[in-house]
């Protein structure tokens, strides 16, 4: 425990340097603003401001990027309140309860419920990952290439598992991520792959044009371009202060959503979304009231808003410790960190200790800063939802290009990054996600490096994944949750064939 307590020292002597404090802000400033905007969500503002950190240090980067992260968290439970307008996906169920509540005239204290409760889950969380992330990494430290292999592929099929979308099409987009992630100089052979002879691509394809064409781009030409027509409740300071019946309401739903979050944000997959469904599920399975849920409950705040944000931080443990991304965010922030040098996995505790540590200390300053934007500025965040889209998009299509173009002043980087913002519209109209192609763009080369030194250990026998112990345990778990999910599709297609035959006989089941 000492040992980690003078680490976590270390860590605030960087996170409290001034310039460290002034990206940690500006993340923070810039997510919740992120999360305020109906369809920008934290993917897009940290795909837009990736090529933004290229001349910072490693620290710095991911000290930004991920305060968008867990900023927009907070953000979007703002036009939840205020709009009945969800600016971020796991802020839909607090439109049920937030929006009512203001009705009633307390959106003063919906917001603060809100934003006390994300500050409190988030803390929880935060101290969960420094106490969690050394022990697992230490622990992962014993691992060889077939583990790595084996995790890896655990973590694809887990995603696609918990993924909305068909576990197929997931698995399509993945691979797709994973071929494209072969472009350039094969690492052990030296060999040119897939390049066409364009020079440019000897290094492969960037993972920062892909993301900003797919989630910026595409983002914002799958959303239409016009003001959303709505009342905007402004609440004074005077109402932001709720009773102490609310607080008591709020007390065991935060404690409660917080756990649940962290939990479930260690699980691969839209952790922060999930979370806050099945907090809202679980406030209103065990509140004496249930009636009351969607026409003003503090509950059907304080738990969704506690548990997204809980879920937003326990997604960084398995990304720091094992260099596993458990959602496209997180693929993204360890994107961030190998273009700066630095290998997010085991290694990085003992490595990189001043990166690790001082990036877990900003999250606790970080929530400080949030909590102290979140209800003092409410009313600036909301003249932003004002502006109207027609003048907003293209200014941030412009930054898009030359953020791209800035990283390695390529023009075929700008090229990939339309591409990818048109090939980012298409999937979305297809009903296809395309999170998971940059997941698998981001671990291509360490599942293809792993897998091939796996291949060399054993001289080419296949075998060696089934000999080791651990990478067997994962490699059948991963083949479990395939047949599950197989089984399941095959229960849907019936029960939906039987259905349609009793349609079509009047009423009556036709056996299949």
């Known amino acids: 425990m000492g040992t980690t307590i003078d680490s976590l020292m270390l860590g605030f ?50 000290v930004m990027l991920s305060g968008i992260y867990y900023g927009s968290q907070y953000g979007g439970s703002t036009t939840s309140i205020l709009m009945r307008i969800p600016g971020e996906a796991s802020s839909v169920m607090t439109c049920l309860d937030g929006y009512a509540m203001a009705q009633k005239g307390r959106a003063g204290a919906a917001l603060a419920i809100a934003a006390v409760g994300s500050f409190i889950a988030g803390t929880f969380g935060i101290i969960m ?5 050394p022990p697992l990494a230490a622990f992962a430290l014993r691992f060889g290439p077939p583990e790595f292999t084996a995790l890896l592929v655990l973590g694809l099929v887990f995603l696609a598992y918990m993924s909305s979308t068909s576990l197929v099409r997931t698995l399509l987009m993945a691979c797709l991520g994973l071929l494209i992630g072969c472009v350039g100089i094969d690492v052990m052979s030296g060999q040119f792959r897939y390049s066409f002879d364009i020079k440019e691509l000897a290094d492969g394809i960037g993972i920062v044009p892909v993301a900003v064409g797919l989630f ?38 935060i404690a409660r959503g917080s756990v649940l979050g962290f ?15 099945m907090s809202y599920a679980i ?25 997204n944000n809980a879920a937003s931080t326990g997604a960084f443990v398995p990304m720091l410790s094992l260099g596993l991304p458990t959602g496209p965010v997180t693929a993204v922030l360890m994107a961030a960190l190998l273009i700066h040098g630095v290998s997010p996995g085991p290694q990085l505790v003992t490595e990189h200790p001043k990166v690790f540590w001082g990036f877990v200390a900003s999250m606790y300053v970080g929530n400080v800063m949030l909590l102290l934007l979140n209800l003092p500025l409410v009313g600036l965040f909301v003249s932003v939802l004002r502006i109207r889209y027609s003048y907003l998009y293209p200014v941030i299509i412009m930054f898009c290009i030359i953020g791209v173009y800035e990283v390695n002043h390529s023009i075929i980087d700008v ?85 349609l035959a009793e349609a079509e006989t009047g009423g009556e089941p036709v056996k299949l």
Request: aromatic share 6%; proline share 7%.
């Open 13 to 62: 002597s960087v996170a409290l340097q001034p310039d460290v404090l002034l990206y940690a802000f500006l993340g923070c400033l810039v997510g919740t603003l992120v999360g305020v905007l109906p369809g920008v969500g934290p993917l897009a503002g940290i795909s837009i401001l990736l090529p933004v950190t290229f001349g910072l240090d490693a620290t710095k980067a991911i």
């Open 129 to 133: 990952l420094t106490i969690l992330a």
């Open 216 to 253: 910026g781009l595409g983002e914002i030409l799958a959303t239409p371009s016009k003001n959303v027509q709505a009342e905007v409740m402004q609440p004074k300071m005077s109402e932001l202060m709720p009773t102490r019946e609310e607080w008591g309401q709020a007390a065991m739903p």
């Open 263 to 277: 939990l479930v944000g260690i699980v691969p997959g839209s952790a922060h979304i999930i979370s806050s469904f």
């Open 283 to 307: 406030e209103r399975k065990l509140s004496k009231n249930p009636e009351e849920f969607g026409k003003g409950a503090v509950a059907g705040v304080a738990g969704p808003e506690a548990a």
């Open 415 to 499: 090229w990939i990054m339309l591409i990818m913002g048109v090939v980012g519209y298409i999937l979305r109209k297809l009903n296809f996600d395309p999170a998971p192609l940059v997941l698998g763009l981001v671990i291509a080369p360490i599942f293809e490096l792993s897998l091939r030194q796996s291949l060399v250990m054993s001289g080419g026998d296949y075998m060696i994944f089934l000999t080791r112990p651990f990478a067997a345990v994962l490699f059948v778990i991963a083949a479990l949750m395939l047949v599950m999910s197989v089984l399941s599709a095959i229960k849907q297609r019936k029960d939906w064939r039987a259905k």
